[in-house]
C-alpha cells in the first residue's frame, strides 16, 4: 500500500489515479461483509456482486444481485416527482420489468431507434408510437381486445400452415368455432360447420360444399 503526498491511497500499485486505487490481476479486489452474511464485492475483471461473493455469468461480466426473497435492480429519475423502474426476480410472480412512475410507456429500441413499446393502457405497438387503426405498424389493442396490422402499400400479414391441407384461420363466438378460412388440395375455401357444413372453395372452378363433400 502507497500514500502519496496527496493523499491518495494506492492498493495492489505504485501510483494512485484516484483518491483510492486498488489493482488486483486475479480474483476479488473489493470485498464487503456484514455479519449476517451480506457481500458486496467487485471482482478483478468488473464483476460486481451485492448478495454473493462469487458473481458468476453465462454471457461475459456485470452486476449480480441476490438475495432470499425478491432481488431487485431499481433505476430512477428522480426529476419530475420520480419515475423509478424496476428489474427483479420473484419467485412468486417470475422475472419482471416493471414501470412504477405513472404516464410513462415502456419503450424498447434497437440501434437507438424504437421498435416496440407497451404504453400505459397495456397496448403493445411495433413499428408505431400511435394506437390509431389508420396509421402504419402493428398494435395489440388491449382497450378492444383486438389485433391491428397495418402496412403502406404492401401486405399487412401472413399466415400459413405447412405439410397438410386444413383450417389456416379459425373464427369462435365464445368457444364454439362458427367459420374456418383454409386449404384444400392447394386450393382456398372458406367454410362455416352450420348445418350442412357449407363452403366455398376456389380452385379452377368454384366448389360449393354440401354435407362435407364438394361440388362444382
Known sequence: MRIDSSGNVA????????????R????????????????????????VGIGT????????SGLEIQRDGP??????????????????SDDA????LSGIGSGMPMIFKTI???AMRIDTSQNVLVGTTSTSTATQGIKL?????????????????YFGRLNS????????????????????????????????DSGLKFASSIYCAINNYWSK
Open 112 to 114: 437507438s431507434t424504437e
Open 11 to 22: 492498493i495492489g500499485n505504485t501510483s494512485a489515479g484516484a483518491k483510492l486505487d486498488i
Open 141 to 157: 389493442r388491449s382497450d378492444l381486445d383486438a389485433i391491428a396490422a397495418v402496412a403502406d402499400g404492401q401486405v399487412s400479414g
Open 165 to 196: 391441407d386444413g383450417d389456416i384461420l379459425n373464427f369462435r363466438k365464445d368457444s364454439t368455432t362458427v367459420g374456418s378460412i383454409g386449404t384444400n388440395g392447394g386450393a382456398f375455401y372458406i367454410s362455416s360447420p352450420y348445418g350442412t
Open 24 to 47: 488486483q490481476d486475479s480474483g476479488t479486489a473489493i470485498r464487503c461483509e456484514d455479519g449476517s452474511g451480506g457481500y458486496f464485492v467487485v471482482q478483478h475483471g468488473g464483476s
Open 93 to 96: 410472480e417470475g422475472y419482471v
Open 71 to 88: 432481488a431487485t435492480l431499481r433505476i430512477e429519475d428522480t426529476g419530475s416527482s420520480g419515475k423509478p423502474f424496476e428489474i427483479y
Open 53 to 60: 461473493s462469487s458473481p458468476t455469468f453465462t454471457t461475459g
